[in-house]
């Protein structure tokens, strides 16, 4: 079969290789649409991956193509797959969550995963599709279930205050998700930040509301927030307290980005007693000043943080949430899919993610 083998850090090839041999427990997998995460592009050219040689990819879809006698059920079944194999053996698997196993395995991570032809998947990680479901949302359900992850941590989603003020900072593929399910379990009042004006067209799609959408110029980010904000009108602000949409302040902050700047504003653009979540991968140490520090005290904010999503198999899990989602027909993950490419031009893809070359947001293959 055909598959992106990463070799060593910034040396991926598609090769020819031999398939993947299923035992008992697991399936043949024939991957239908995969997506480009943004953390493959640090695995793949810089920090690299926990073993090579390595098969990437890890938000894929496809339709079951090989299975044991014991599992003939689900031959040629449409399935979306939960990448975490967790050992089930540590508390955390104990007490079913699974996502912070301490011991996990993780298909195109820590074992081959999606940027093939086929891949080996446990029994376990399947989520089967209905009908009316694509092969492209449901290669969207992994971030969106991060996404629906990370809401979950500070709202209940069938019993919270609708009304409340929501921002969401850095509108990357899992920051658009975010805004897509608050949109989805009815919360209103929703802003963001962004740094990029394709990022806020993206916004528009779910919310007409251009003046809760602010974007901060890019490469001006500066330590302590100055000139670095621009509105509708193209006015420019010392800092997001001066807008007149967001001075208000927010119950409920989702910092999607992961950079000290961010995460800064969180703390002072959330009122007392609001619920921050951190959900972006840090770029470097996260450092406070003093003064930010003492407005967790003096605020008593909630600050928690992300990791994954939640997959029990059971109807309340976050991938269960994301399907019925999907299934309802009620969001559209696809419209946030910016370019598609197939298997064999899938390192375009990468590239454009890498070197920046054109406004992005899921890139799909398949
Ligand atoms: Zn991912
Ligand atoms: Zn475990």
């Not at 949109?183 to 809760?212: D, H, M, P, S, T």
Request: net charge negative; hydrophobic share 35%; with cysteine.
């Amino acid at each position: 079969m055909k598959a992106y083998v990463l070799h060593e850090i910034n040396d991926i090839r598609l090769e020819e290789v031999d398939m993947p041999v299923a035992s008992k427990e697991e399936v043949i997998v024939k991957v239908e649409n995969v997506g480009i995460c943004g953390s493959d592009i640090p695995r793949i050219y810089t920090t690299g991956a926990h073993v090579k040689p390595l098969i990437p990819g890890h938000e894929f879809a496809g339709t079951v193509y090989k299975c044991s006698d014991e599992n003939r059920n689900l031959l040629g079944k449409k399935v979306g797959v939960f990448p975490l194999i967790p050992c089930k053996e540590c508390p955390d698997c104990k007490s079913k969550n699974f996502e912070t196993c301490q011991n996990y395995n993780y298909l195109g991570s820590r074992c081959n995963g999606g940027f093939a032809e086929y891949v080996k998947v446990p029994v376990w990680n399947l989520i089967e599709l209905p009908e009316n479901v694509t092969f492209e949302q449901a290669a969207c359900m992994e971030p969106m279930s991060v996404a629906v992850h990370a809401i979950r941590r500070i709202t209940d989603i069938n019993n919270s205050d609708f009304e409340k003020r929501i921002c969401v900072e850095g509108l990357g593929t899992i920051g658009l998700f975010v805004c897509m399910f608050l949109k989805y379990f009815g919360f209103k009042n929703v802003y963001a930040i962004c740094n990029k004006e394709y990022q806020k067209e993206q916004f528009l799609k779910l919310f007409q509301r251009k003046e809760r959408c602010l974007v901060r110029k890019k490469g001006n980010i500066s330590k302590d927030n100055t000139k670095d904000i621009t509105d509708n009108d193209g006015n420019t602000y010392e800092s997001i307290k001066e807008v007149k949409e967001f001075e208000e302040g927010f119950d409920f902050f989702f910092e999607c980005v992961g950079r000290n700047e961010t995460l800064n504003d969180a703390i002072t653009m959330s009122k007392s007693l609001g619920k921050i979540v951190v959900v972006g991968n840090p770029y470097s140490d996260m450092e406070l000043p003093k003064d930010i520090y003492w407005r967790i005290l003096r605020k008593q904010l909630t600050v928690t943080g992300t990791w994954n999503s939640s997959f029990t198999k059971e109807e309340n899990d976050d991938w269960h949430v994301v399907l019925k989602a999907l299934e309802s027909g009620k969001i559209e993950p696809q419209q946030f899919i910016s370019h598609r490419f197939k298997l064999e031009d899938l390192e375009t893809g990468l590239l454009i993610m890498r070197d920046k070359r054109s406004d992005y947001t899921k890139i799909m293959i398949g």
